[in-house]
């Protein structure tokens, strides 16, 4: 008799335990919503002729150049009295002016980047024939 009773409360159990598990809720997944960025951004890098990178991120809506040089990185405000793009804070400047990309240090007048980017050219022009 006792052997039936356990039997049977055992049972009970084991049909309990799995008659109450109900479906689990999916865990709920909050996402929140990023602002788009509608800044005008624009990301170069440019190798010299000696194998030096710079990466230059101009913000044009902001007026802002980050220039990453050696592992560092020297925030500029665009200079609006200066030709083209050009970029400076009391100590740098960065300029982008007809294909020169020159990058100096402004008080000792010593240029740490610079690169003379080559137009492409096209071929030569065709000329029809009649």
Same mark, same amino acid.
């Given at each position: /008799?006792?052997?039936? #009773?356990?039997? #049977?409360? @055992?049972?009970?159990?084991?049909? %309990?335990?799995? *008659?109450?598990? $109900?479906?689990?809720?999916?865990? +709920?997944?909050?996402? *929140?919503?990023?602002?788009?960025?509608?800044?005008?951004?624009?990301?170069?890098? &440019?190798?010299?002729?000696?194998?030096?990178?710079?990466?230059?991120?101009?913000?044009?809506?902001?007026?802002? *150049?980050?220039?990453?040089? =050696?592992?560092?990185? &020297?925030?500029?405000?665009? %200079?609006?009295? #200066?030709?083209?793009?050009? *970029?400076?804070? +009391?100590? &740098?400047? &960065?300029?982008?002016?007809?294909? =020169?990309?020159? @990058?100096?240090?402004? =008080?000792?007048? /010593?240029?740490? @980047? $610079?690169?003379?980017?080559?137009?492409?050219? %096209?071929?030569?022009?065709? /000329?029809?024939?009649?």
């Amino acid at each position: /008799m006792k052997k039936l #009773l356990t039997a #049977l409360l @055992f049972g009970l159990a084991v049909l %309990s335990q799995t *008659a109450c598990k $109900h479906p689990g809720k999916d865990a +709920e997944t909050i996402t *929140a919503a990023t602002p788009e960025n509608t800044d005008d951004i624009s990301k170069d890098v &440019y190798v010299d002729s000696y194998g030096e990178k710079i990466e230059v991120t101009i913000n044009r809506t902001k007026n802002i *150049a980050t220039v990453h040089l =050696n592992g560092k990185t &020297y925030d500029l405000k665009k %200079s609006e009295a #200066l030709p083209d793009y050009t *970029a400076s804070n +009391e100590e &740098y400047q &960065y300029s982008e002016i007809k294909g =020169n990309i020159t @990058f100096l240090k402004k =008080n000792v007048d /010593m240029v740490l @980047f $610079h690169l003379k980017q080559t137009k492409k050219e %096209s071929g030569p022009a065709k /000329m029809a024939s009649y």
